[in-house]
């Protein structure tokens, strides 16, 4: 028990320095602007720790780490597809924050009614992307559930910990909108990126003796960790790092972190570093779970993994570090999702139910449904869905179909309705089709059904290009990316 009033203690001190941090940095909450995009005004440092809360989650503590244990380097592609994000987010800053600064853009489907014209399939494509990305809030909120009970010795059962720490969250996401998301994302990510690299790091040198010494062991007592084995081959490997990398900027809450930055070189900025960071610490948390499995004591239950071998080898303290660096992530990716859904939800789907809403009903909506998705995340997650994993890996697979018309449409003049409307819908009927029966997709060779999926989404698109040509708004939109001048430098934070 005393193990355990230590873990908790450390944590709770954690937990207040975020809400002091939080609080000192607080702005009015006077203007949808202010609420859902921080009035656009984030340096580079506060970009890129937005950016990362918004997309590092806290499963790979538990789920990643179980893979590392159990499928070896299969599960190393969290950092390829970190590094490989790094190029699509370079490409994008520029005309997504521009487009977001002259026309007031405030979320993802705000550029799809910009850039396609077209107020229906907005609303659509808005519906689309909430459903398909709405899982993963259940499954971070499960996750801090199992976080805290394992980093407590279950002193602290999975549902009082899930709804302490998830209202923490829903509350300073709706105290302090946009900016309390990211200044909370800025103190969670240098938490999990800084000093969890450098626990990691002494759990890996304290139990292997550094970072590549486990490799020869592996080498000679399971060398199958070593390999992409079993059913897990090349082509299956290269699609779920294609979609993990691709899908990651189909996430609405990725564009609402372009938009809030101040310029387009702080968002540059900021890809040179997030993902980078990414990169340390998910590589050495694999690391560190690639030889866990030889280990004498090793849990049954790997995804608890972690927490046995910072509490075996570095007591207490080093548990509850872990502990709060895996809440971190969490928290991170739950304030995101919550604050941009918030506000998707108000001004892409209230609108088009209520006419001629202002935008001061939209600020009260958003705030007002900060704490509705919260409280209806958290009451999902507190129920038994055994499925849940599976259907947040077929929902990655449907949203990913998201990328061609979002990401093509910024560099394509020809891009138009028809082609994103179509390419969209049969891909995600081809990913939903392919998860739900698929021997349809065993002529592939172990590719997924979203990259199936995707590609005949990409032709369709590209046919419907040509066929019916560019729209004729088109022509206007790109001439203020061209002419766009940004003269001012970006700010720290």
């Given at each position: 028990?005393?193990?355990?009033?230590?873990v908790?203690?450390?944590?709770?001190?954690?937990?207040?320095?975020n809400?002091?941090?939080?609080?000192?940095?607080?702005?009015?909450?006077?203007?949808?602007?202010?609420?859902?995009?921080?009035?656009?005004?984030?340096?580079?440092?506060?970009?890129?720790?937005?950016?990362?809360?918004?997309?590092?989650?806290?499963?790979?503590?538990?789920?990643?780490?179980?893979?590392?244990?159990?499928?070896?380097?299969?599960?190393?592609?969290?950092?390829?597809?970190?590094?490989?994000s790094?190029?699509?987010?370079?490409?994008?800053?520029?005309?997504?924050?521009?487009?977001?600064?002259?026309?007031d853009?405030?979320?993802?489907?705000?550029?799809?009614?910009?850039?396609?014209g077209?107020?229906?399939?907005?609303?659509?494509?808005?519906?689309?992307t909430?459903?398909?990305?709405?899982?993963?809030?259940?499954?971070?909120?499960?996750?801090?559930?199992?976080?805290?009970?394992?980093?407590?010795?279950?002193?602290?059962?999975?549902?009082?910990?899930?709804?302490?720490?998830?209202?923490?969250?829903?509350?300073?996401?709706?105290?302090?909108?946009?900016?309390?998301?990211?200044?909370?994302?800025?103190?969670?990510?240098?938490?999990?990126?800084?000093?969890?690299?450098?626990?990691?790091?002494?759990?890996?040198?304290?139990?292997?003796?550094?970072?590549?010494?486990?490799?020869?062991?592996?080498?000679?007592?399971?060398?199958?960790?070593?390999?992409?084995?079993?059913?897990?081959?090349?082509?299956?490997?290269?699609?779920?790092?294609?979609?993990?990398?691709?899908?990651?900027?189909?996430?609405?809450?990725?564009?609402?972190?372009?938009?809030?930055?101040?310029?387009?070189?702080?968002?540059?900025?900021?890809?040179?570093?997030?993902?980078?960071?990414?990169?340390?610490?998910?590589?050495?948390?694999?690391?560190?779970?690639?030889?866990?499995?030889?280990?004498?004591?090793?849990?049954?239950?790997?995804?608890?993994?972690?927490?046995?071998?910072?509490?075996?080898?570095?007591?207490?303290?080093?548990?509850?570090?872990?502990?709060?660096?895996?809440?971190?992530?969490?928290?991170?990716?739950?304030?995101?999702?919550?604050?941009?859904?918030?506000?998707?939800?108000?001004?892409?789907?209230?609108?088009?139910?209520?006419?001629?809403?202002?935008?001061?009903?939209?600020?009260?909506?958003?705030?007002?449904?900060?704490?509705?998705?919260?409280?209806i995340?958290?009451?999902?997650?507190?129920?038994?869905?055994?499925?849940?994993?599976?259907?947040?890996?077929?929902?990655?697979?449907?949203i990913?179909?998201?990328?061609?018309?979002?990401?093509?449409?910024?560099f394509?003049?020809?891009?138009?309705?028809?082609?994103?409307?179509?390419?969209?819908?049969?891909?995600?009927?081809?990913?939903?089709?392919?998860n739900?029966?698929?021997?349809?997709?065993?002529?592939?060779?172990?590719?997924?059904?979203?990259?199936?999926?995707?590609?005949?989404?990409?032709?369709?698109?590209?046919?419907?290009?040509?066929?019916?040509g560019?729209?004729?708004?088109?022509?206007?939109?790109?001439?203020?990316?061209?002419?766009?001048?940004?003269?001012?430098?970006?700010?720290?934070?």
């Open positions: 028990m005393n193990k355990a009033v230590i908790i203690g450390i944590i709770a001190i954690y937990f207040i320095i809400a002091l941090i939080i609080r000192k940095c607080h702005t009015k909450q006077d203007s949808l602007e202010e609420f859902s995009v921080g009035s656009r005004n984030f340096g580079w440092l506060l970009s890129c720790f937005s950016y990362l809360g918004g997309w590092y989650v806290g499963s790979i503590y538990t789920g990643w780490f179980a893979a590392s244990a159990g499928l070896g380097i299969f599960a190393q592609y969290l950092v390829i597809y970190s590094v490989a790094l190029v699509i987010m370079y490409l994008m800053a520029r005309p997504v924050w521009i487009w977001g600064k002259v026309f853009l405030e979320t993802q489907a705000d550029m799809i009614g910009l850039r396609y077209n107020k229906k399939f907005k609303v659509l494509f808005s519906l689309a909430f459903l398909f990305w709405f899982p993963w809030l259940i499954l971070e909120m499960k996750t801090i559930g199992y976080i805290v009970a394992a980093a407590t010795y279950h002193s602290i059962n999975f549902n009082i910990g899930m709804i302490i720490v998830s209202l923490f969250v829903v509350i300073y996401s709706f105290y302090g909108g946009a900016r309390a998301t990211a200044i909370g994302n800025l103190v969670q990510g240098i938490t999990f990126t800084v000093i969890g690299t450098i626990t990691v790091y002494y759990l890996i040198r304290k139990i292997y003796g550094g970072v590549f010494a486990i490799y020869p062991v592996l080498q000679e007592l399971k060398p199958e960790l070593l390999t992409l084995q079993g059913g897990f081959g090349g082509n299956y490997w290269a699609s779920v790092i294609i979609t993990c990398t691709l899908g990651a900027f189909t996430l609405p809450g990725i564009f609402n972190r372009i938009y809030m930055a101040d310029s387009p070189k702080a968002v540059k900025k900021s890809v040179f570093i997030a993902p980078l960071a990414g990169v340390f610490i998910g590589f050495l948390t694999l690391a560190l779970g690639l030889g866990a499995g030889l280990l004498e004591g090793f849990p049954a239950d790997a995804q608890s993994a972690i927490f046995w071998m910072a509490d075996h080898y570095g007591g207490p303290f080093v548990l509850a570090l872990i502990g709060i660096f895996a809440l971190s992530a969490c928290m991170s990716t739950i304030s995101a999702v919550i604050n941009t859904a918030s506000v998707l939800i108000a001004k892409d789907l209230a609108s088009s139910v209520v006419k001629n809403l202002s935008r001061e009903t939209m600020l009260k909506y958003a705030k007002g449904l900060t704490i509705g998705v919260g409280l995340s958290l009451y999902i997650a507190t129920i038994d869905l055994p499925n849940l994993m599976m259907i947040a890996l077929v929902m990655y697979d449907c990913v179909q998201a990328f061609i018309p979002l990401f093509v449409g910024l394509w003049r020809k891009s138009n309705l028809p082609g994103a409307f179509a390419g969209m819908l049969i891909g995600v009927v081809i990913a939903l089709y392919g739900l029966n698929p021997q349809s997709i065993a002529w592939t060779g172990g590719w997924s059904a979203g990259m199936v999926g995707m590609g005949v989404n990409f032709i369709v698109h590209i046919i419907c290009g040509f066929a019916f560019k729209q004729k708004h088109v022509d206007e939109i790109f001439k203020v990316v061209n002419n766009y001048k940004q003269t001012e430098g970006s700010k720290l934070i």
